[in-house]
Every structure is written in structure tokens, then in C-alpha cells.
């Protein structure tokens, strides 16, 4: 089974694929695949996976998180139910920082998360496949957002599986995992006014340097390209969703003039905001 919808809104895009022979179906949409984020399900034998050329053991009845870019490759995609999405059909959505496209599934730690599911979760990702598949099914003008709310349960248990099986009892893990939740919601806070690390960093009385060694060691981008993509995660949701000038956003987002606005977000999508916006 492999299903495709697409938010009418925003053009972003969510795949659903389901025990398919054809492993190439995790990758023909190359217009796609560099965007998108992955939460991939074992069926019922283990396998291996191949994650950027390095092998590792995928058992039965796990889950693992792959990061928007990484090429990857199932020894038995035909036992594979996958979850693929761009950050604009779901983290413009939600941006609390947990369960976001930035959040402990994708970048909580180096390297991939493999997420064991017990009994109890292997039943409620069995109810919840089913509702997918019931809501691809089901055309009508609020199935976007039906879509979006599974998908949000879905990263709900599996963010709550992550914590149990990877931060439970790691004290020193967690309270740095912290520091880069505690950025996050400053970002989230003041990304409209203040786009200097600097800012962040002395809320945080850490140095920028500091900052930059713990973010590198989780695996994240770096704390400034997080503030970059929070103004355009807030920039497109303006394009999308709202009927302000360029102009009215950029000064919105903290921007002193539009020139400088439409340079910064050319420079993180290859087009302007004027040519963005056409294509909504």
C-alpha cells in the first residue's frame, strides 16, 4: 500500500507506505525525499537497515526515526509500514518543541533512535495504521487536518517510548537535553525580534561556544541555523495562511527592510517570497 496527500495550503506532503515490495517507493520522490522525515515500523522478523552506509539490526516490532536527508535502505522493505513528511505539512503545524520536526525523535541524540514497542504500544500503533488508512480514504475538506492530528499521535507515543527507553535514569544526558529545549523555547519566544545566538546564549548564561559544543554533541544543527529555520518556519506559515505584503512580514519577523528579508529567504529556499508565494 502506498498512499500520498498533500495540504492544499501549504504544499507540504505526507506518504504512507505499508509492507510494499518495491523499496524504491521509499525514494522515487526525489522533487521530495531531501525534505522529508521519516518514522519507519518492523513488521515481524528482524532485518537489517542501512543508515548512510553503515549496517545496523532493525528487530521486529521497533521503530526508527530517520532524519530528513539521510539515505537509508531496508533489507525487507516488504515487512516496512513507513511514515514520510515534509516539515511544511506538519511543523507548521505544531511547533512545541518535543514533539516538532526539531524535536527528541530527530536530533535528541547522536546517531538514530531504534525504539522497541511492547505489547501494550505494538496494539496502539496497530489501531492507529488502521485510522490512516481509513483517512487517506476519506476526501473531504478537513482531511488535511485529520492527518496532521494522527500524525501528531503518532509522534506522541513514540516521543514517549524515546524518553522511557533513552533518557530514563540519565540524569547528565537530560540536563544537557535540556539546555537545548530550554534554546528552543527562547527561540520560539523571540525569534521575531532577536536572531543573534548571543541573546540566547546569555539567557541561558552559557557562552555561544558552549551552546555550539552541546548541540554538535546531540547531533543538532547549529543554534543559529535553528533560529534561521524558525523565522521560516514562521515565514511560510505568514505565506501561507495569512495575506500580508512581504514587506508587512518581514517586519513581522524582526527583518529592518524587505531587500534584507527577501535576500535572507532566498538564501534558505532558492526563490523569493514573491515566487514562493505564487506557487501556494
Not at 524504491?24 to 515481524?44: E, H, V
Not at 482531511?143 to 547528565?172: F, N, P, V
Request: proline content about 2%; aromatic content about 14%; hydrophobic content about 40%.
Amino acid at each position: 500500500m502506498y498512499l500520498t496527500h498533500i495540504s492544499a495550503k501549504t504544499k507540504g506532503k505526507l506518504i504512507f507506505t505499508d509492507r510494499e515490495n518495491a523499496a524504491g517507493n521509499f525514494a522515487s520522490d526525489t522533487a521530495f525525499q531531501n525534505q522529508m522525515l521519516t518514522i519507519a515500523l518492523n513488521g515481524a522478523e528482524d532485518q537489517k537497515v542501512v543508515i548512510d552506509g553503515i549496517e545496523h539490526n532493525f528487530p521486529a516490532f521497533h521503530i526508527i526515526p530517520l532524519v530528513a536527508g539521510q539515505a537509508f535502505t531496508f533489507q525487507k522493505p516488504e515487512l516496512i509500514t513507513a511514515w514520510q513528511y515534509t516539515r511544511d505539512f506538519y511543523c507548521l503545524v505544531d511547533s512545541y518543541f518535543e514533539i516538532s520536526c526539531l524535536g527528541l525523535l530527530f536530533f535528541g541524540f547522536s546517531g538514530n533512535l531504534i525504539i522497541k514497542l511492547d505489547e501494550q504500544y505494538q496494539q496502539k500503533m496497530q489501531g492507529l495504521l488502521q485510522l490512516f488508512i481509513e483517512e487517506f480514504d476519506t476526501v473531504d475538506t478537513i482531511q488535511t487536518d485529520m492527518l496532521q492530528m494522527l500524525l501528531k499521535r503518532l509522534i506522541i507515543l513514540t516521543t514517549r517510548l524515546a524518553k522511557e527507553q533513552y533518557l530514563s535514569g540519565k540524569g547528565h544526558e537530560e540536563e544537557k537535553f535540556d539546555i537545548i529545549r530550554q534554546y528552543n523555547l527562547l527561540v520560539d519566544q523571540n525569534f521575531r525580534t532577536q536572531h543573534q545566538v548571543s541573546f540566547y546564549a546569555e539567557q541561558l548564561f552559557k557562552s555561544p561556544k558552549t551552546l555550539n559544543r552541546i548541540f554538535k554533541g546531540f547531533n543538532y544543527s547549529s543554534p543559529s541555523l535553528m533560529i534561521q529555520d524558525r523565522i521560516m518556519m514562521e515565514a511560510k506559515r505568514l505565506f501561507c495562511y495569512t495575506t500580508f505584503s512581504v514587506k508587512e512580514i518581514a517586519f513581522q519577523l524582526g527583518f529592518g527592510d524587505a531587500a534584507h528579508f527577501s535576500r535572507f529567504f532566498k538564501n534558505a529556499t532558492g526563490i523569493n517570497p514573491s515566487e514562493y508565494r505564487k506557487q501556494i
